[in-house]
């Protein structure tokens, strides 16, 4: 795919092969609409934890087939995770159905723990091998995770970790690029200088807090901007609206928004396509292409960023069922390849980075669909 789509400043290089190969993968991109639902069970089995077949164990032998895997998100019905998980996009199920397992995508429907823990209990309660876990909470879904890895069951966090309670997490970028570099972009637009504010998902998900943690440490560079209010949508549009709004009664000289989570970026970019606040209330962060095609033509948004929430699903799907058959441990140097994107390499923390993010704007956003 041609086009002027380049990464974000900085160190992090991509760990295999060329940008139509690795990220973007047309063939397998078909267009995700912002309102579509939360894909359902592919396919049925009955197998318990551990009981998927192989043709051998051990570093030199096929992979498992017929493993139970619960691909659990924060939450149901986020156009985000439907692109990271579905078999539609490219995600995870495919990823799953490729390999011979049986994939079902499952949680709740509000991005908290209370909300995400009865699929996690559910899942284990059905026999999972395996469980793909975007993390509401790095510390209150601990105690349902670890029961789950008592039991031999593998577990992958993706997109959003819990650390203390699972086997391998799949980061979509550099935490530390991620958080920088949304404030490099924010301070391009309002000249470095400025009142800006956050719009989080929830207050307890891992990921936006350590985005967060580093965006506080870039604005250090840049004295004349202020950061004045951290808010939080919960992923919920009506609730990050409301919050944008709040934000706008509460400072009316703010120049600048960050919301680093597709909901609130989407809710916040809708808030300000008025002619009161378009071109003079910047608005960046981390979004979806085809949420934001409208606001970037528009000229309500200038810049944002995002890597390919397809390819995480599947890269962490690949990552379960290799953990799952004991071609790979969480040690650091251990090697797989995850189908058509390559092959991958265990780091520190037991974490696998998937690579940098990607700046969208009006030059290259309408390359993409999902």
Partial sequence: MSGSLKPVRGSVKPVRGSLKRRLWLPAVLVAVSAVLAACGSSGGGSSSPGS??????????????????????????NPYFTTSDSAKSGGAIAALQALGETGTETSGTQATPASQIPAIQAAITKGADALLVSGTDPSALCPTLNKAMKQGITVVTYDSDAPACRDLFINQASTAQIGTSEVDLLASEIHKSGQIAIVSAAASATNQNAWIGFMKQELKKFPKMKLVSTVYGNDDPTTATQVTQGLLQHFPNLKGIISPTTVGILAAAQVLDTPAHRGKIAVTGLGTPDSLKKYV?????????????????????????????????????????????????????????????????KSNISQFNF
Avoid at 56 to 69: I, M, R
Avoid at 349 to 359: A, K, N, R, S, Y
Wanted: glycine fraction near 16%; charged fraction near 10%; proline fraction near 5%.
């Fill in 52 to 77: 998927g077949s192989s043709a051998g164990s051990g570093g030199s032998g096929a992979l498992k087939t017929g493993l139970k895997v619960f691909v659990i998100p924060k939450n149901l019905g």
């Fill in 297 to 361: 033509a528009d000229g309500t948004v200038k810049a944002f960023e995002l890597w390919n929430p397809a390819n995480l699903g599947y890269l962490a799907a690949y990552a379960a069922v290799n953990f799952a058959s004991k071609k790979i441990t969480n040690s650091p140097g251990q090697s797989f390849t995850a189908g058509k994107l390559g092959k991958f390499t265990v780091g520190s923390d037991h974490t696998i980075l998937l690579g940098p993010p990607f700046v969208f704007n």
